[in-house]
């Protein structure tokens, strides 16, 4: 009896993750194909394997990945800067209007990016901001912030007070114990508000359709379908620049599991 | 850098006024300049278009030349227009079958793979159904653009089990299209709702399942009595989760079908987009954003009071 339970267990899993998984196997197969070989044998890998799709998509794409990286890289880093020190702040002092401060940032995670897309926008093209790297940072930047202020925060405040204290008698200032005891002991939750931000950075897609109109500072995510070549090689081309423009979050996938795992469930409890 | 304070760990040590004013003055201003930097970003780029949204509203204005106080014709205009009614009954479909969806399947994955006795089983079914979250959204809406397309992955398969005739263009006719986005990215499993649950029931001590499987439970007995029962605070969550995520969210419909055929896929917050960048009434998306917000806010609310006991189970 418990047999025949387990084996339907494993049964299904298989089949919803086989269910899961085809249309990314679709998405690899087409991906090293031309296209009569996709008219020919749809469902199976042709021969011969076309690699140049890759390496064609990565020429077009390069520009474009590389947009992608310094944006993450500029929500991340201003994210950490901005909810490190606030959550120093509220974990270390007391001070008038505090919690009404920490409301203001946490109440920016009820207010939907829609309700403040328009605004927003005439406020950077007034701020002479489109069409820039800033706007694609500072734009997502300051609402991520709210919710890593809060995980930090928690993280700081269950910091043993021991080592803090023990750092204040010495004579360090707070400067010194929030970059040399503070920041140091919280690498977990630092590494997860990361990886939450690389995948809402490299996930963006309205603001930048909004903010930017040439290709100069595009990311890569809204240059997908401007992959060009032949008729003949097109489908197979976009494809593979599907694929490439989603090895980044495969890699930080490889080699922070725990990180990655643990910021998408922080990110959906908290957000 | 920050004027090391000795005293202040021997509160015995005299002082005149003035000077512990100062000291105390400084404290405050110290966590002020801690909090400088995210004061400064979410007050310019969020507050200020926060509150300019609410301005707005009351305007007539194209984010040029015209920008016009018209007082409340623009919720006047709006509580008639047939559109936004449309997209109000579209959204509360796509909410309501997400929610409805994302309780079911992912939980069951969840559950399934949480029984698995062998621990490398286990996390390998765990990180496959992870996986397909560093494919960014925007590729996985193509993906299923191209699935859906006319003589694409669906008809193929369609074609292919002798089901010719219920071949459609799939996004193109106004009464498959709502359902096609519905059914983006069957069997749904991959994520972070799968991930809760799994976190949830993870942390449920494993003594209570073994008194279970004592009693002679079967499966389905346990997943009742055990295992829903425990993971009730989780449950809430993704509920309102769900509900927020996909109320807010119209990336999906822009891709795929941009409301169309004619509004039969429209959202709110698609319509304002529109209205807002292509049609340049600016003034007249601000209202639609205004009172999508109110019904977002009155719905989170509610849910608030609603969850209260997942809370304290916690």
């Known amino acids: ?72 890289a500029g929500i991340i880093i ?137 290709d100069k500072v595009k990311p890569v995510i809204l240059a997908l379908s401007s992959v060009h070549g032949s008729l003949d090689q097109v489908q197979g081309l976009q494809f593979a620049g599907y694929v490439i423009s989603s090895v980044p979050l495969l890699l930080l996938f490889l080699f922070a599991t725990k990180s990655f795992v643990s910021g998408i469930t922080a990110g959906a409890v908290k957000g | 850098m920050f004027k090391a304070a000795p005293s202040k760990s021997y509160p015995s040590v ?24 995210i004061l400064l970003s979410i007050g310019l780029f969020k507050y200020t278009p926060f509150v300019h949204a609410f301005v707005q509203s009351f305007y007539e204005w194209n984010g040029a030349n015209v920008d016009r106080f018209i007082g409340l014709d623009n919720f006047t205009n709006l509580f008639q227009d047939q559109t936004f009614y449309a997209s109000l009954k579209n959204i509360a479909l796509f909410t309501g079958s997400f929610v409805v969806i994302q309780l079911t399947l992912p939980l069951l994955a969840a559950i399934g793979v949480f029984r698995l006795r062998q621990a490398g089983l286990q996390s390998f079914f765990k990180s496959m159904f992870v996986l397909p979250m560093v494919v960014p959204h925007i590729i996985v809406f193509l993906l299923w653009k191209w699935i859906y397309v006319g003589d694409g992955l669906l008809d193929r398969l369609l074609g292919a089990l002798g089901l010719e005739s219920w071949i459609h263009a799939w996004l193109g006719e106004s009464g498959t299209a709502l359902w096609s986005i519905v059914f983006i990215n069957f069997p749904w499993v991959s994520g972070i709702y799968f991930l809760i649950y799994l976190a949830g029931l993870l942390a449920v001590p494993q003594e209570l399942f073994e008194v279970g499987g004592m009693d002679g439970m079967n499966g389905l007995q346990r997943l009742w009595h055990i295992e829903l029962p425990l993971i009730r605070s989780q449950l809430r969550l993704v509920l309102i989760l769900a509900f927020i995520q996909q ?68």
């Open chain 1, 1 to 72: 009896m418990k047999k025949i339970g387990t084996w339907a267990n494993c049964a299904v899993l298989t089949l919803l993750l086989l269910l899961t998984l085809v249309p990314f196997y679709m998405l690899i197969v087409t991906s090293l194909k031309y296209r009569d070989q996709v008219i020919h044998e749809f469902w199976f890998p042709a021969l011969p394997l076309h690699w140049s799709n890759y390496a064609n998509a990565f020429v077009q794409l390069w520009p474009f990945l590389w947009n992608s990286i310094l944006i993450t």
């Open chain 1, 78 to 214: 201003c994210v950490l800067v901005n909810a490190s020190l606030a959550g120093y702040a509220f974990a270390r002092f007391s001070f008038w209007g505090k919690s009404l401060m920490y409301y203001l940032i946490i109440m920016l995670m009820m207010v939907p990016s829609f309700l403040i897309l328009i605004p927003q926008f005439i406020l950077f093209k007034n701020l002479g901001l489109i069409n820039t790297y800033w706007a694609q940072i500072f734009g997502p930047m300051a609402g991520a912030s709210a919710m890593a202020t809060m995980l930090i925060r928690t993280f700081f405040e269950g910091l043993s007070t021991g080592v803090l204290e023990a750092a204040e008698v010495e004579g360090a200032g707070d400067g010194r114990i929030y970059l040399q005891i503070a920041l140091p002991l919280s690498l977990p939750i630092l590494s997860t508000v990361a990886v939450i931000n690389a995948l809402l950075g490299w996930n963006n897609y309205v603001w930048p359709l909004v903010v930017t109109s040439g």
């Open chain 2, 14 to 37: 005299r002082m005149n006024p003035g000077d512990a004013l100062r000291r105390r003055g400084w404290k405050h201003l110290k966590a002020y300049l801690f909090l400088a930097p």
């Open chain 2, 247 to 314: 109320f807010q969210s119209f990336e999906n419909v822009l891709v795929l079908t941009n409301g169309g055929p004619g509004f039969s896929t429209l959202t709110p917050a698609l319509y304002l987009y529109k209205k807002g960048f292509e049609y340049n009434e600016l003034g007249y998306a601000s209202a639609i954003g205004v009172v999508v917000f109110v019904v977002l806010l009155l719905c989170t609310l509610a849910a608030n009071r609603f969850i209260k006991p997942a809370d304290q189970a916690e």
